[in-house]
């Protein structure tokens, strides 16, 4: 078995914003992502609203696409949104399955 290095970015931001960023992720190189709902508290409190859920999005990808989509989260969504990303190295089977072609 072979184990390829590459990057993990994570994203949780309000659910009414997942459909545009993960579709801007795929255009910034991204081969898939994964979404789940979470809850949590931070640094803008816990939402107040049942309604208004929170998502996290995981992408594996190669450090510069995980660069981009990195950019993009700062520069679009953390000045006026419940947002945090980081990013964290993986050992991934299948590594090329990661890396678009």
Same mark, same amino acid.
Request: proline content about 2%; aromatic content about 8%; overall charge neutral.
């Given at each position: 078995?072979?184990?390829?290095?590459?990057?993990? !970015?994570?994203? !949780?931001?309000?659910?009414?914003?997942?459909?545009?960023?993960?579709?801007?992720?795929?255009?910034?190189? $991204?081969?898939?992502?994964?979404? /789940?709902?979470?809850?949590?508290?931070g640094?803008?409190? $816990?939402?107040?609203?049942?309604?208004?859920?929170?998502?996290e999005?995981? !992408? !594996?990808?190669?450090?510069?696409? =995980?660069? =981009?989509?990195?950019?993009f989260? =700062? /520069?679009?969504?953390?000045?006026? /949104? $419940?947002?945090?990303?980081?990013?964290?190295d993986?050992?991934?089977?299948?590594?090329?399955?990661?890396? =678009?072609?």
């Amino acid at each position: 078995m072979q184990l390829h290095t590459l990057k993990k !970015v994570t994203i !949780v931001i309000e659910d009414n914003l997942r459909q545009s960023l993960v579709k801007k992720i795929c255009e910034l190189g $991204a081969t898939g992502y994964t979404c /789940h709902e979470v809850q949590g508290f931070g640094s803008r409190g $816990a939402r107040s609203d049942p309604f208004a859920n929170n998502v996290e999005i995981e !992408v !594996v990808c190669a450090e510069p696409v =995980a660069n =981009a989509i990195l950019t993009f989260v =700062a /520069h679009n969504y953390f000045e006026n /949104h $419940a947002c945090i990303a980081w990013l964290m190295d993986v050992q991934v089977v299948r590594g090329s399955r990661y890396v =678009a072609s």
